[in-house]
């Protein structure tokens, strides 16, 4: 069995392989993060054998499946432009919940707060939408922000224990931790 110590970035690649034009953008950021250890974390995608744009669309599954059977989390960014039903990322979202039994960090951009996760409902891919729904994914949501991430990262994953296991689809940080980060007054 796998050493799952990962955490699995999922995005909506929108199609295109130009970052600037789709969700891609926000793993870059990330990996900048990451890379001045001002976020820290273990990027599963690193883990395995890249896949090429020529890559079939088995291929590519195999190599996402077998990333996501060395993560301990999933990091789901959500933007404006997320589709609902459009690429892998539903694929993706399935085999981390039903699979995986991965709790998901929801991290959305343009936000310094989430205090409300079922208002941003109209956001979320089909496979997140119906999991939330009928209660199978355990999720934070949260703001696509440093300590956000960084404190959802290093709290949720499968080898959480006591208060840090996710036992519902629509949890959120307090107001008061948000004020703790600097995010909101």
């Not at 909506?12 to 974390?41: C, E, H, I, R, V």
């Not at 085999?95 to 941003?120: C, E, F, M, Q, R």
């Amino acid at each position: 069995m796998a050493y799952r110590n990962g955490t699995y970035v999922a995005f909506d690649g929108q199609a295109t392989t130009d970052p600037t034009k789709s969700d891609m953008k926000y793993y870059g950021l990330l990996q900048k993060w990451n890379k001045y250890n001002t976020l820290t974390f273990s990027d599963s995608h690193k883990k395995t054998h890249q896949v090429r744009d020529t890559s079939s669309k088995l291929t590519l599954q195999r190599r996402l499946v077998e990333r996501l059977g060395n993560s301990k989390n999933m990091l789901l960014i959500m933007s404006d432009d997320t589709s609902w039903d459009r690429g892998m990322l539903n694929f993706e979202i399935e085999k981390a919940v039903d699979k995986y039994s991965l709790p998901i960090i929801v991290a959305y951009t343009g936000y310094n707060s989430i205090l409300d996760p079922k208002s941003l409902g109209s956001k979320w891919p089909k496979e997140l939408a119906a999991r939330i729904n009928n209660g199978t994914a355990k999720c934070i949501h949260i703001p696509f922000r440093e300590k956000a991430i960084m404190s959802a990262i290093s709290q949720f994953s499968i080898h959480s224990t006591g208060d840090n296991i996710l036992t519902g689809s629509l949890n959120y940080y307090s107001r008061d931790t948000y004020k703790n980060w600097g995010y909101i007054q």
